[in-house]
């Protein structure tokens, strides 16, 4: 099965930084990499995804990357705010999206 | 609000007892998923339906673990004789096709 590994596992930046997580997969049938928030007591929230067919996508301060060849994706915020501070997944799934494997997470904290 | 929403939000029981939890979709959403998270970790995933049929759950836990989903609209997940290490938060997420997946705010499961 897929397996999706997530670096650092937790991150402090000061407000304005720019901060980056990376995810690296195992199997060259996933095609589909969501990012998701998580701040306490909540769900995960998705933030941005993007598809294998395209290299990069951008939402505002958010971006991420794709590199298929190197099987690594990236998450990219650029001038970090305090409410940014949250726990942040990668996840990958195939097209069929019949079982997405998550990331173990990365414990953002942007300083004031 | 139209999200997912998940009940009860918090569920304490004495150990062998079992449990149900609820999840209600977005409702023109098709496919939902339960998830299991554990401290420290990403969500784990355990089983989807599309409409009413089961497709995939060759990752629930163990027998003890089952889900419905009767009518193609909420599901419920049942814990039979829960142990200790069943101590978790429980996610439910839905999605229209492929498409990104929306989570509800879990379900908080402790075994005393």
């Known amino acids: 099965g897929e397996n999706v590994e997530q670096h650092p596992s937790t991150l402090s930046v000061q407000e304005g930084d720019s901060a980056v997580i990376k995810c690296t997969y195992s199997d060259s049938a996933s095609n589909y990499f969501p990012w998701y928030k998580q701040e306490l007591g909540k769900g995960p929230q998705l933030i941005i995804d993007i598809r294998s067919n395209v290299g990069e996508k951008k939402d505002q301060r958010i971006a991420v990357t794709l590199n298929k060849t190197a099987k690594h994706f990236s998450l990219h915020i650029t001038e970090t705010q305090p409410e940014d501070s949250a726990v942040y997944f990668c996840?990958?799934?195939?097209?069929?999206?019949?079982?997405?494997?998550f990331g173990t997470g990365t414990s953002l904290t942007v300083i004031p | 609000d139209t999200g997912v929403s998940q009940d009860p939000r918090h569920k304490i029981t004495k150990r062998g007892q079992n449990v149900t939890f609820r999840c209600d979709p977005i409702?023109?959403?098709?496919?939902l998923y339960w998830y299991r998270q554990t401290l420290g970790q990403g969500p784990e995933f355990l089983t989807y339906?599309?409409?009413?049929?089961?497709?995939?759950k060759s990752r629930l836990l163990s027998d003890r673990f089952s889900a419905e989903r009767p009518k193609g609209s909420f599901s419920t997940l049942e814990i039979q004789r829960t142990e200790q290490g069943d101590s978790a938060m429980y996610l439910c997420a839905s999605s229209l096709g492929s498409m990104a997946q929306h989570f509800g705010d879990g379900t908080r499961l402790s075994i005393l």
């Open positions: 409702s023109e959403h098709n496919r």
């Open positions: 996840a990958a799934s195939t097209n069929t999206g019949n079982q997405f494997y």
């Open positions: 339906f599309q409409n009413e049929a089961q497709l995939e």
